[in-house]
């Protein structure tokens, strides 16, 4: 893409935008604007106020419709200004007038006073780097006596943005009310002591009545990591994201929201950054919005830190993890071996506390030393019911993932372990699990297909998930030699467990003694080597779960995903956090504007394809079923029509055969769809803890309704101890009996495994159907 012109960037790079709010704007008080359902935006209104529903000449799209496609359109192709500025001047060329704006600088111009009231600049010091004292065209410095204009400052890039969190959590609120609000309620009756999700934590309980959390009070989750922008630069965007903890998760896990960002070539000072992120949390008022006849005044608490162990350290200014006492959850000190820290002791170590912590803090500023790891006080201290340590997330993603499994598939087929018994790395050995892990083709919901071992420097961390879960075990058996199998079998099931939708104490409880029996192996196993942080950090997880909920509900992905859109946001070298703010708004609006249905439903979906929202074609509800595709007529033997007999009790002489279908928002085919070549989601299990393949799909007419009915193979199970309780071995039955299934029984999809030249077979449960690559 072309750089952008001089005359674009000064209208990001120049606009003056005021300084940070007063003490008086931030006084406690209930925001005097209500969100109602439908209420508009700056940029609904001047949409409609300037355009209303006026079409284009001799053409049926409305103007303001023209104009949110055109946005759709620069969004999803990442358009420079200056290519939004010739797509505007080519639709108005070829309706021989205008009828858009004629420039990118006037289309801007709808959500230019939103950015602008939206973003507040903080400036540092190029000498000391502390915040400056701020005016409206000067900044100083009360240390080194520093002053300097805030125009030359923002030019020069010494600032960081950090946007009204009150604004931004009003935006997204608006946008997901009704979820809210109905997960609002639900939270009010439930008294269950199942962990579901961070909100059935112990954190959250703690929090609620430290607190006095009310009905229509909301929790976050934040987030803050660099990304790189350029390969051929160190320049890297540290943005602060946040999540909505009571919103439900299919909801949350695609709505991370900015709060603040940081760009350089180095790692921000982070007491700067979280101290002004901190009092914007703490000094945030409520925000009002309705729902129906219902009023909220939500205020918002921070109940969990979700970052990197590099990040964590930072965020609680502690020593990195390759330091004494680097684990910020106990006062395990380590040992210095082989070159590095290794995680090693023989007695539990002590359990870190919040005040404990907070004690080390005040320590360390006092003696000017480290203090059990602690360097100094944490930004986090002052943020207002925040528990310094349930409150910080082991984060499976970094932790488990990216950490423990790559470390350990590394050792098993690393040359530098060609010495050793467990060394998988031989040329006949990959070559057979290469052909095992390329044979087999996961489920819808599992978009990455298995790549190669040789591959395995390029897997994501969705990947790596799969590998521990799913493949490894069947891929390695009768491989690896079985001492070092049956210890990963340990760690695959217990992360297992605790990545379900719905645990109870027990449960923890077993996956707990599971990751300790890993742990307390591994030295005996690989070597002192391996006792890295990361598998310390492994007998913390329970813990964390027992406080934050599953590891999914306080996992890093969703932040990881927001991070790449914000990188892909941004489309030339130059004013790239005004650029990437600037796009930030432009999306929420648009989003705001599709989200209030005013548009004629065909320009609608026309925004929504430009997105990547394409509308299902040919589906058809079938009670709580959805059937994809065009019906056709069954053609079903002797077998199908007489299982279709015995369910329903009555003859059943025709039916409408479908290949696809949904159930519970979980995409299913049958064998006959021949679509599907590299995957296959024809195996699911039942609630009543069945396994079936299948084999048609049919809608049948009877004089009491149309029923859907999943015609099924029934999986028959093998009796083995050694693999681990999601993963079994198994084999279709070879009789012809056809078993009739009902969607309402349907559990989940399951990833099956068939490796033909072995004979052997393997069905894995999903631990939840909540995560998506």
């Known amino acids: 893409r072309g750089p952008e012109s001089s005359e674009d960037l000064a209208v990001h790079m120049d606009d003056e935008v005021s300084g940070p709010e007063s003490s008086e704007d931030l006084a406690e008080h209930v925001d005097d604007e209500v969100l109602g359902p439908g209420s508009a935006e700056e940029l609904l209104t001047l949409c409609f106020e300037e355009f209303g529903e006026r079409t284009l000449p001799h053409s049926t799209t409305t103007k303001a419709g023209a104009i949110a496609m055109i946005m759709a359109y620069a969004v999803s192709e990442r358009s420079t200004w200056s290519g939004l500025d010739k797509l505007l001047k080519l639709v108005n060329d070829l309706f021989g007038c205008a009828v858009v704006p004629p420039s990118a600088y006037m289309l801007r111009k709808l959500w230019a006073k939103k950015k602008d009231n939206l973003v507040k600049y903080h400036y540092l010091c190029p000498s000391c780097g502390t915040v400056l004292k701020a005016g409206h065209t000067l900044a100083s410095c009360d240390v080194c006596q520093f002053e300097e204009k805030t125009k030359k400052l923002r030019q020069d890039g010494s600032f960081f943005l950090m946007l009204d969190?009150?604004?931004?959590?009003?935006?997204?609120?608006?946008?997901?009310?009704?979820?809210?609000?109905?997960?609002?309620?639900?939270?009010?009756?439930?008294?269950?002591?199942?962990?579901?999700?961070?909100?059935?934590?112990?954190?959250?309980?703690?929090?609620?009545?430290?607190?006095?959390?009310?009905?229509?009070?909301?929790?976050?989750?934040?987030?803050?990591?660099?990304?790189?922008?350029?390969?051929s630069s160190k320049t890297s965007v540290w943005p602060i994201q946040f999540t909505v903890n009571e919103l439900p998760p299919s909801v949350r896990l695609h709505h991370p929201t900015l709060a603040a960002l940081w760009f350089g070539k180095v790692h921000p000072d982070m007491s700067a950054f979280l101290t002004k992120f901190v009092d914007e949390v703490n000094n945030m008022i409520p925000v009002a919005w309705t729902h129906g006849d219902r009023s909220h005044a939500s205020r918002a608490f921070v109940l969990c830190c979700s970052v990197d162990a590099p990040a964590?350290?930072?965020?609680?200014?502690?020593?990195?993890?390759?330091?004494?006492?680097?684990?910020?959850?106990?006062?395990?000190?380590?040992?210095?071996?082989?070159?590095?820290?290794?995680?090693v002791a023989d007695e539990a170590p002590a359990p870190r506390t919040s005040g404990l912590l907070a004690r080390d803090m005040v320590l360390a500023q006092r003696l000017g030393d480290p203090v059990n790891g602690v360097k100094g006080p944490s930004a986090l201290m002052n943020l207002k019911g925040f528990d310094l340590v349930e409150g910080m997330s082991a984060e499976y993603m970094h932790c488990v993932l990216q950490g423990v499994v790559r470390q350990f598939t590394e050792l098993l087929f690393s040359s530098s372990s060609?010495?050793?018994?467990?060394?998988?790395?031989?040329?006949?050995?990959?070559?057979?699990?290469?052909?095992?892990?390329?044979?087999?083709?996961?489920?819808?919901?599992?978009?990455?297909?298995?790549?190669?071992?040789?591959?395995?420097?390029?897997?994501?961390?969705?990947?790596?998930?799969?590998?521990?879960?799913?493949?490894?075990?069947?891929?390695?058996?009768?491989?690896?030699?079985?001492?070092?199998?049956?210890?990963?079998?340990?760690?695959?099931?217990?992360?297992?467990?605790?990545?379900?939708?719905s645990l109870t104490l027990e449960e923890i409880k077993r996956a707990e003694e599971l990751l300790h029996m890993f742990v307390g192996r591994v030295e005996a196993l690989y070597g002192v080597a391996?006792?890295?942080?990361?598998?310390?950090?492994?007998?913390?997880?329970?813990?964390?779960?027992?406080?934050?909920?599953?590891?999914?509900?306080?996992?890093?992905?969703?932040?990881?995903?927001?991070?790449?859109?914000?990188?892909?946001?941004?489309?030339?070298?130059?004013?790239?956090?005004?650029?990437v703010v600037e796009r930030v708004v432009m999306v929420q609006e648009l989003e705001l504007l599709l989200s209030t249905h005013k548009l004629p439903a065909r320009e609608e979906q026309i925004c929504q394809g430009f997105l990547g929202y394409m509308p299902i074609q040919n589906a058809c509800r079938v009670n709580e079923t959805t059937t994809l595709g065009c019906g056709q007529p069954a053609i079903m033997s002797s077998e199908e029509k007489f299982a279709l007999q015995q369910h329903f009790g009555a003859t059943v002489s025709s039916a409408t055969e479908y290949q696809r279908c949904v159930i519970k928002n979980q995409v299913y085919h049958s064998t006959s769809y021949t679509r599907a070549t590299q995957s296959d989601t024809t195996f699911v299990s039942t609630h009543d803890g069945h396994y079936f393949k299948i084999l048609k799909i049919v809608e049948v007419v009877l004089a009491t309704g149309s029923w859907c009915i999943l015609l099924c193979k029934k999986v028959v199970l093998r009796e083995l101890q050694q693999l681990p309780e999601h993963i079994k071995e198994c084999f279709l039955s070879e009789r012809n009996t056809v078993c009739c299934v009902e969607p309402c029984n349907v559990k989940s999809s399951c990833v099956y495994i068939e490796f033909i030249s072995d004979s052997k077979s393997f069905i894995c449960d999903l631990p939840n159907v909540i995560e998506r690559d």
């Open 165 to 231: 969190l009150h604004k931004q959590l009003k935006q997204l609120i608006e946008k997901t009310s009704v979820d809210l609000h109905n997960s609002l309620l639900k939270l009010e009756s439930s008294n269950s002591d199942l962990i579901t999700d961070i909100t059935t934590g112990a954190a959250y309980k703690t929090l609620r009545q430290k607190v006095a959390l009310g009905l229509s009070d909301l929790t976050l989750t934040f987030n803050t990591d660099g990304s790189p922008i350029f390969k």
């Open 312 to 343: 964590r350290a930072a965020v609680q200014n502690m020593v990195c993890f390759n330091g004494f006492f680097g684990c910020p959850f106990c006062l395990m000190k380590g040992e210095h071996k082989e070159g590095c820290v290794r995680y």
């Open 418 to 501: 060609s010495r050793q018994a467990y060394y998988m790395g031989a040329r006949g050995s990959v070559v057979k699990v290469n052909a095992r892990l390329q044979s087999i083709k996961p489920p819808h919901c599992v978009t990455r297909l298995p790549r190669s071992i040789e591959e395995r420097s390029f897997w994501k961390a969705s990947e790596w998930r799969h590998w521990l879960l799913f493949y490894a075990l069947p891929c390695l058996l009768d491989l690896l030699p079985q001492l070092y199998w049956r210890h990963l079998c340990k760690l695959s099931e217990a992360i297992h467990i605790l990545l379900r939708d």
């Open 530 to 579: 391996a006792m890295t942080f990361n598998v310390h950090l492994l007998v913390h997880l329970a813990n964390s779960v027992r406080h934050l909920g599953p590891l999914w509900a306080h996992s890093a992905f969703v932040f990881e995903g927001g991070n790449g859109r914000l990188v892909n946001l941004v489309s030339a070298a130059k004013g790239l956090p005004q650029q």
